[in-house]
């Protein structure tokens, strides 16, 4: 079973950076497709919006057009964890962010993957 933990969420003014991470379980996080989604305000979890993945060697990371340019998703297969800085925050920014994690599958729909963190909020006020 593999748990994810996500952390650095917060309140921060437009324009403004955080970085998220997210911490996993097991000896095998190194062969895992690491991605994160969020979930708007007001959205049903169906709805979990995909920001951004990255494969096992961190080669060729995939970005939301929404945020490409503005984030950027990393690993350090070291410390387990993936990170997601986020510069240039805007208001419709804010959201519940999750991690999540798949053996094989490199794509944009979170039905593809099968095991998620719990989410970390990231508000940005205008």
């Known amino acids: 079973q593999v748990q994810l933990v996500e952390s650095g969420g917060g309140l921060v003014q437009a324009g403004g950076s955080l970085r998220l991470s997210c911490t996993t379980s097991?000896?095998?996080?190194?062969?895992?497709?690491m991605a994160w989604f969020r979930q708007a305000p007001g959205k049903e979890r169906e709805e979990r919006e995909f920001?951004?993945?990255?494969?096992?060697?961190?080669?060729?990371?995939n970005y939301a057009d929404s945020v490409k340019g503005r984030f950027t998703i990393s690993r350090d297969n070291a410390k387990n964890t993936v990170y997601l800085q986020m510069n240039s925050l805007k208001p419709e920014d804010t959201a519940v962010y999750s991690c999540a994690a798949a053996g094989t599958y490199y794509g944009n729909t979170p039905s593809g993957y099968p095991y998620w963190g719990q989410g970390t909020q990231v508000t940005v006020s205008s």
């Open positions: 097991g000896r095998t996080f190194s062969r895992y497709v």
């Open positions: 920001v951004a993945a990255i494969s096992w060697s961190g080669a060729s990371p």
